[in-house]
């Protein structure tokens, strides 16, 4: 699997922005996708997360009610619309693909749970 990550830029405080991760590969739909962020001097933090089959959702806390994770099979790609953006916000965003191992396999927060991983595109959130 392959990830491409893009959309990142220099927005101001209550702006929005929306990243794209573009998949490819065979078995792109045999993963759960995610998106993370890492802020200079912080570990890796998960953001948002969607299933392909029925685009479930899992959210950080941090981003509810302003970030949305959406998919379009289509075209194998998923979207972090992010609203309402922070200065708290500004790191740099991956997406990343989880194998799915089970039948009933959840939406994972963990980072090491995810085997593939896009390029990373920065997000400067400026007050």
């Known amino acids: 699997v392959q990830l491409q990550a893009s959309g990142g830029g220099l927005v101001q405080a209550g702006d929005s922005l929306r990243l794209s991760c573009a998949a490819s590969?065979?078995?792109?739909?045999?993963?759960?996708m995610g998106w993370f962020r890492q802020a200079p001097g912080k570990e890796r933090e998960f953001v948002a997360g969607?299933?392909?089959?029925?685009?479930?959702?899992r959210y950080a806390d941090s981003v509810k009610g302003r970030f949305t994770i959406s998919r379009d099979n289509a075209n194998n790609t998923v979207y972090l619309q992010m609203d309402s953006l922070d200065t708290d916000d500004t790191a740099v965003y991956y997406c990343a693909a989880d194998p799915i191992r089970a039948v009933f396999y959840p939406i994972h927060i963990i980072a090491e749970e995810y085997d593939y991983w896009g390029q990373g595109t920065l997000v400067t959130v400026s007050s």
């Open positions: 590969g065979r078995t792109v739909t045999a993963h759960h």
């Open positions: 969607i299933t392909w089959s029925r685009g479930s959702t």
